[in-house]
């Protein structure tokens, strides 16, 4: 089914290690961000992509590194975890404002 | 990015319509309004959007005050699995991403 995928669904890491968060989508969009949810909190936005080779920062990116190097795919990089980073983690894609954005399932992270 | 208002939570008792609004008082002439909603433990889940016009799909209708400066999103019979966090979001034409705010907890009781 057409869709963004998110993988891992859940990751567990120790203080200081790095990890990849993989988000694929099967759609053609351009634009694809990633965005944290803290627990009973809304979504914020850590970067984000308008096209393969474009990224820019958004609310929350301390911490976060991204690339676009295909337009399917929009990797987001911990360098080195903190438990500040503990949350769920959520990927997004669509062709535009003008078009409904389609979100992955999440990633939910703990870092100990 | 424009600011969107919306009550902290709502009730709506089952198979009855729910009107949820949304006001936003700055909105420019380019912003869409977008509707997500996200059901617990799940991602947000695209609703419906519009420019200036009301609009219907399967989902729900969205309404637009004809000054565009609030908006409601209508679910015409509430279902519990409706039960969710909405959240009414301004979404420029030269926007790269969502802004999203805290959004309206709409309960549903049998």
């Known amino acids: 089914n057409a869709g963004v995928t998110q993988t891992p669904k859940f990751q567990v890491l120790k203080t200081g290690q790095s990890m990849t968060l993989q988000c694929a989508q099967d759609?053609?969009?351009?634009?694809m961000s990633w965005y944290r949810q803290d627990p009973g909190m809304g979504l914020r936005l850590i970067h984000y992509?308008?096209?393969?080779?474009?990224?820019d920062q958004g609310e929350v990116p301390n911490g976060y590194n991204v690339s676009r190097s295909t337009t399917e795919d929009f990797p987001l990089r911990l360098l080195s975890a903190a438990p500040s980073q503990t949350s769920v983690y959520f990927c997004?894609?669509?062709?535009?404002?003008?078009?409904?954005?389609?979100f992955g399932s999440g990633t939910r992270l703990t870092v100990v | 990015d424009a600011k969107t208002t919306q009550p902290n939570s709502m009730e709506s008792n089952e198979e009855e319509p729910v009107h949820l609004p949304c006001n936003h008082s700055t909105i420019s002439g380019t912003d869409y309004i977008h509707w997500y909603r996200q059901l617990p433990s799940q991602g947000p889940e695209y609703v419906i959007h519009?420019?200036?016009s009301n609009v219907n799909n399967r989902m729900a209708s969205l309404a637009i005050a004809e000054d565009r400066k609030s908006s409601t999103l209508i679910l015409h019979r509430a279902t519990l699995r409706d039960a969710a966090v909405y959240y009414c979001i301004l979404c420029s034409g030269s926007a790269r991403q969502l802004t999203f705010g805290s959004g309206t907890q709409l309960t549903v009781l049998p």
């Open positions: 759609m053609n969009h351009e634009y």
């Open positions: 992509s308008v096209g393969a080779g474009i990224t």
């Open positions: 519009g420019l200036t």
């Open positions: 997004a894609s669509s062709y535009s404002a003008a078009y409904g954005y389609t």
